[in-house]
């Protein structure tokens, strides 16, 4: 599994711009277009650039897998349009809690979703992505989209998370899992990486034992 370093906008934490899911990176147009290209040259992912709710933290704000795009209640008419050239459902969930991306994670095969969310959000999250919703706090900290970065082959979580919960986490997203940071020492790992499922973005001050976890953790087997 190849990782490149990198940077938007002079920011490490490249995750909060970018989400991913199922062969589509959906990215800000405030992003530069070589990074763009470079998601579809090196990670082979389809990009869409569009912002979220009018931001440009489209990581913070959306959660996606191949099966549906889950996005926030203020998502945009304009964003929309972009989000459906995706060929994949869009379903809007209907909480106050606008930033998704920090309060779910997924892959094909499961999501975590944070105690935060009501019932009825996580039974709206199912639907749209097509998986069991699971909902869980890991290493004390109920922003697990934040938390946790996943693949269909892995996932990373946060360095403190304890052994008890990343069984849990493994048992829903159905990947082997590992604990680790990014970024020189960051715990929200999400914050600094964009996973493909045969490489990953990280953010340009991530050290090279941290890559090694990294690639631990995401690479198939």
């Keep these: 599994m190849m990782l490149y370093r990198t940077s938007i906008r002079n920011s490490p934490f490249i995750g909060v ?3 991913t899911g199922g062969g589509i990176a959906v990215v800000p147009p405030a992003a530069p277009k070589g990074f ?3 998601l579809t040259e090196l990670l082979n992912l389809r990009v869409l650039r569009t912002t979220v709710g009018g931001v440009s933290s489209v990581g913070a704000m959306v959660v996606m897998n191949s099966n549906g795009i889950a996005v926030p209640w203020n998502v945009e008419e304009e964003e929309l349009i972009e989000l459906k050239r995706s060929g994949r459902l869009i379903g809007i969930v209907e909480t106050k ?3 998704l991306g920090n309060l779910v994670c997924a892959n094909d095969h499961g999501a975590i979703a944070s105690p935060l969310l009501s019932r009825k959000d996580v039974r ?3 639907e749209i992505l097509g998986v069991e919703v699971c909902q869980l706090s890991v290493a004390g900290y109920d922003l697990v989209g934040s938390a946790i970065v996943t693949t269909n082959s892995g996932a990373l979580v946060h360095l403190s998370t304890e052994e008890e919960e990343k069984r849990k986490v493994r048992d829903i997203l ?3 899992t590992e604990t680790g940071t990014v970024n020189g ?3 929200f790992v999400r914050a ?3 996973p493909g499922e045969k490489g990953a973005f990280v953010g340009n001050i991530t050290t090279g034992p941290e890559l090694m976890a990294i690639r631990e953790a995401l690479a198939p087997q």
């Design 97 to 99: 809690l606008t930033s």
């Design 17 to 19: 711009y970018v989400a």
């Design 124 to 126: 709206q999250l199912g």
């Design 174 to 176: 159905k990947v082997k």
């Design 185 to 187: 020492g960051y715990r």
């Design 36 to 38: 763009a290209s470079r």
């Design 192 to 194: 600094g990486i964009v």
